[in-house]
């Protein structure tokens, strides 16, 4: 420890409450953190994370008379893998991951198989082959491998193998049933 600091405390409620007064009252991040017996540094990476700034000005707007975390942004995906690297010596990297995901999920409304349309696990008729719960907690997520048409010569995604395309095998069929008619018309 060194001189003039107290001793490092927990982020409890107290601390929280030190950490918004202080900064409502325009104190320095080093004086906050002394009072708190952490470093100006700490005492900014905190600040960031709830608030995704360490402006001073912006966070008393944003908190206003309320409690720490108050009028606190929602994190975009970008801000979300920022926020998880700047957590990243305190975080295991999954939980760092389950962030980044969820913040995903919420921009698409909450879906919990948000990752089914490129996952090869998944069926739709049975959901979830792999038997997870959903795709926030899931580690067994498998891209789809593109697939060649021998007809088109474009890349296409789909669980079956297939040689052709769903548009090139529509056509196929089409040609034949064409072809059958014409058939059968000269007859
Ligand atoms: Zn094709």
């Known amino acids: 420890m060194k001189a003039g600091t107290r001793p490092d405390r927990p982020w409890d409620e107290e601390a929280f409450r030190i950490l918004a ?15 708190l017996g952490k470093s100006e540094k ?40 920022v926020l998880s690297r700047h957590e990243a010596t305190t975080k295991r990297n999954l939980a760092a991951l389950a962030f980044v995901l969820k913040q ?5 409304g909450w879906d919990p198989y948000w990752q ?3 996952c090869q696990h998944w069926d739709d008729m049975e959901g979830c082959t792999a038997g997870g719960e959903n795709c926030d907690i ?6 789809m491998e ?5 007809r088109c010569g474009r ?13 090139c095998r529509e056509a196929r069929k089409r040609q034949a049933q064409r072809r059958w008619a014409r058939m059968n018309d000269a007859r």
Do not use: H
């Open 155 to 167: 890349d296409f995604f789909e669980r079956k193998q297939n040689r052709f395309c769903q548009e």
């Open 21 to 35: 007064d202080g900064i409502r009252d325009g104190d320095s991040y080093a004086a906050i953190g002394r009072r």
């Open 42 to 81: 700490a005492v900014r990476g905190k600040v960031f994370t709830v608030y995704l700034t360490e402006n001073a000005d912006k966070v008393r707007e944003l908190m206003g008379d309320g409690k720490w975390g108050n009028g606190a942004p929602v994190p975009t995906v970008k801000q979300g893998i």
């Open 104 to 108: 995903r999920a919420i921009s698409l």
């Open 146 to 150: 593109p697939q060649f048409c021998s």
């Open 116 to 118: 089914r349309k490129m």
């Open 138 to 143: 899931c580690v067994d997520f498998k891209r």
